[in-house]
């Protein structure tokens, strides 16, 4: 069983626009996905509801509290954890715990990117990430390649110590596609391929970790 946990010390950067898309991509593989939904909002979990009735339905779990463990499958093979936002290294011990990649949705804004600076300084001194036994992975998300704001954004975040492996071009798509429990991956057209492959960098990047 692989788990990824999409962390990020920020609300509204993208987390569980990114935490769906991993699960229904991995659902779509074939393997059995659960979805724990650590975030308050419950968004993560009225996507996977939204799902219950596709070949590639993803289980949704509650991630509240300590027994969210109890309620994974034995089974599963991929388990993606939406954390809540807002929260520290300190507050997601027990996923850090159990995670074999980090996964940290950042925005291309001062703002964004001044929260996540936090948040990785907490997360640096967790053991297994300051001994590179969990990778920790960036992904700038809403990004619009052809502006000065996403470049200079893209170059301060290669000065840090985590690697860039993916950049999500900004899209109103994922939000229609969340509320409708659905993901890039679900659809074929030549424009939604575009998309799909502002991925491809993220999926080997944890395919190695």
Known sequence: MKTILVAGSKGGVGK?????????????????????????????????Q??????SAVLPVDGSGRAWRNRVPGDAEQVVIDAPAGAMATDLEAFLALADAVVVPVQPSALDIEATVGFLNTLGKVPRVRQRKLPVGLVLNRAKPWTHASQQALEMLKTWPYPVVAQLRDTQAYVVLVGLGRSMFDYHSAQVREHQADWESLFKWLAKA
């Open 16 to 48: 569980t626009t990114v935490a769906t898309h991993l699960a229904a991509h991995c659902a779509l593989q074939g393997q059995r996905t659960v979805l724990v939904d650590a975030d308050p909002q419950g968004s993560a979990t009225r996507w996977a």
């Open 50 to 55: 939204r799902r219950a009735g596709l070949d």
